[in-house]
C-alpha cells in the first residue's frame, strides 16, 4: 500500500440490516420489486415491520460491508458515514469497529435515527431492501475527514449516497480531495433504480475521473440505456479505465481499453441470501489491487468473498476471508 | 386445549441476544464459565461489548423463545415479560407478536434499558451468556394479567426469573393463580449455577406444586446436590409427577412416578450454536401434551425442535417446526 495509511477509505450509508424471511406473495402484496431496493420513510418502516415477520438485526450498509470485507481479508480500511446517538447507532459502531476497520464519524447529535434497511429475504435467496435513510442523510461535507480521504489508496463510494443531496454534495468533494492527493476513487453503482434517478450525475462523476467502476449487469445497462450486457461493456470500456461487471451465477467481467476478462463465480453450496453479494465482491477485488494482484486475480478474490456472503443470512462475512483465500492459494 | 385460551403462558425476562462468535481462549481471558450464564451489570455488559467481535442482535429470553417454539408448531402461546421502551423493547415485541405470540406486558416507562444477552458461541458451538437483566428487574406481580394465567392451560416459568427479586415473588403469585384455577405449572431450572444461588427456593417450589419440571443433567444434580444422574431422576421421581431431563447428545427422559422412557437426541448435520436448546426442547414437550401426544411423543417433538434451534445462529426456529414435525409423522 506504499504510503498510504488505508487499503480503502469507505464512504456510505451507515445502516443496520432488519432481516426477515418472507413468500413472494408478501413482496407483492406490499408492491416491492423484487431485488431492489427502495427508499422508504419513518411512517412506512413502521407499517412495514408491523407486518414483517421475526428478524434478525445485522449491521449493514453497502461501502461498510465491503470494508468489513477487506478487514476480513486483512487489509486496512477506514469508513465514513453518519449514525445518530441511538441503540442502532451503537450496534453498528460496535460491529464495524469490532472488525478493525477505521470509523469514528462524529453521530449526528439530534433529528432523525440510525438508518435501517428492513429485508425481505424469499425462498430463492433474493433480497428486497426498504430503506429508511434516517441519519444518514446527515452526511455531508463536514464529515468528510480529509486526512483520511489523503490517507487512503482508494477512496470507495456507494451509489445509494447519491439519494441524500448533502451527501451526494459530500461525494463529488471526496472524490475531488483524492485525485487531488493522487488517490484513487472507485464507484459502485449500487442498484439499477438508484442508477435511473442519478444517470446524469453518475455518467458527470464517471467522465470526471472514477478509476474503477463495480457495477452488476441491470445497472450498467441502465447507465448507458441499453439492454445489452456487450454494449454496456463497450460504453463503460469508453468512459473507465476499469470496470468490473458482476452477472450473478454466470460470474462476471473485468473490463479494460485493453482487454476483457472472465471470472467464473465461485461455487456455493446453497444461496441462502444474497444482500451483500456486491459488497463483497467489491471488498474481494480492492483488497486484491491494494496487495498487488493481477486483474484475474483480483476477479476470483471478489467471486470468493461473494460466494461466502451469500451463503449465509446478513451482508458480513462469517469465516476469515484471508484464510478462505490462502486456502484457495489466491494470496499467501 | 377443552377451555383453555392459550395452550401456554410464558413468564421469563425479556431479552434480546447479542450473538458473537469467539474462540476458546477468550472464554478464560475474560474468565467465563462455559457454557453457563452469568449476570452483568451496566458497566460490565459495555465492556464486555466493546471486546467482542461483530454481533448479531436476535431476540431470545428463555421463556419466550419456548413461547415463539410452540407458535411455530401452530399452538396458542401468551408471554409475560418486561422490556423498555427503547429499541431493543421494539424489536423484542415486534419479533414474538410477528410469530403470533399474545404479549402486551406494559413497558416500563424509565429506568433501565431493555435486557440484553452477550453471548459468545465457540467453535464447537456451545454458548456463554452473559446477561445484564435491565428492565426485567421491573417484573413483578403488577405485570402478572390475572385473566391469561387462568385462561392457560399450562402457565411456564423459567427459573432465571429466580434472580431478579421482584421477578421471584411474581413467580411464586403466578404458580398460585395457576393452581388455583386448576391450571398446570411447568417450571425450567435454566441453569445449574441459578439452581446453586436459589436452590431451597426452587425446591419449595416444586415440593408446593410444580406440574411438570425441565432440567438438563447438570442442573437436576445441583438441585439434588448428588453426582449421578440416576440419583437425581430417583430424586425428582419423589417430589414431581413429571420431569423431562435433557442430557445433550444422549438425548432426554422422562419421569413420572411410574415410568422412565427414553428419547434419542434428534440428528443434527452440524452444531452451530446451542443457544436456546433447552427453551425448544420445552416447547416440543409443551405443544405435545397442549395437543394430547403420548410422552414418548412429546419427547420426540421436544428432541425435534431442540435440533432445529441448535443447528443455527439464534435461539428461535427459523423454520416451521409444524412442517418438520408433520414431516416426520409427529403430528398430523
Known amino acids: 500500500m506504499g504510503d498510504a495509511k488505508f487499503d480503502v477509505l469507505g464512504i456510505g450509508n451507515a445502516i443496520v440490516d432488519v432481516i426477515a424471511r418472507c413468500d413472494d406473495a ?4 406490499h408492491a416491492m420489486s423484487k431485488g431492489h431496493m427502495q427508499l422508504i420513510l419513518a411512517a412506512e418502516a413502521q407499517a412495514l415491520y408491523g407486518a414483517m415477520g421475526p428478524a434478525v438485526e445485522i449491521s449493514g450498509g453497502s461501502a461498510a460491508n465491503t470494508c468489513a470485507g477487506i478487514a476480513s481479508f486483512g487489509g486496512n480500511a477506514a469508513f465514513i458515514g453518519r449514525v445518530a ?8 459502531s460496535h460491529d464495524i469497529r469490532s472488525i478493525g476497520v477505521d470509523f469514528d464519524t462524529e453521530p449526528s447529535a439530534d433529528g432523525a435515527p440510525t438508518a435501517r434497511s428492513l429485508i425481505l429475504v424469499t425462498p430463492d435467496g433474493e433480497r428486497t431492501m426498504n430503506t429508511f435513510l434516517g441519519a444518514s442523510v446527515e452526511l455531508g461535507e463536514d464529515e468528510l475527514d480529509h486526512a483520511k480521504i ?4 482508494l477512496t470507495y ?3 445509494y449516497l447519491f439519494d441524500p443531496p448533502l451527501a451526494q454534495a459530500a461525494f463529488h468533494e471526496a472524490a475531488r480531495l483524492a485525485a487531488q492527493a493522487g488517490r484513487q476513487v472507485a464507484l459502485s453503482l449500487s442498484d439499477a433504480f438508484c442508477v435511473e434517478r442519478h444517470r446524469a450525475a453518475f455518467r458527470g462523476l464517471i467522465q470526471g475521473g472514477v478509476d474503477l467502476l463495480f457495477a452488476n449487469e441491470d445497472e450498467i445497462c441502465m447507465l448507458y440505456e441499453v439492454e445489452d450486457f456487450d454494449k454496456a461493456a463497450d460504453a463503460v470500456r469508453g468512459e473507465c479505465r476499469l470496470a468490473a461487471l458482476t452477472r450473478s451465477a454466470k460470474g462476471s467481467v473485468i473490463v479494460t481499453p485493453d482487454e476483457q ?12 441470501d444474497v444482500t451483500g453479494a456486491g459488497d463483497l465482491y467489491a471488498a474481494g477485488f480492492l483488497y486484491g489491487r491494494a496487495v498487488g494482484c493481477d486483474l ?4 476470483k478474490l471478489a467471486s470468493l468473498a461473494a460466494a461466502e ?3 449465509h443470512l446478513g451482508a458480513r462475512p462469517e469465516t476469515s476471508l484471508s484464510a478462505l483465500a490462502k486456502a484457495q492459494g489466491l494470496i499467501r
Open 261 to 272: 476478462i472472465a471470472v467464473e463465480a465461485a461455487p456455493v453450496d446453497k444461496v441462502v
Open 150 to 153: 489523503e490517507g487512503a489508496q
Open 26 to 29: 408478501f413482496l407483492k402484496q
Open 157 to 159: 463510494l456507494e451509489g
Open 85 to 92: 446517538q441511538d441503540e442502532l447507532g451503537r450496534i453498528f
Open 309 to 311: 456472503v451469500i451463503s
Open 296 to 299: 484475474k486475480t483480483c476477479g
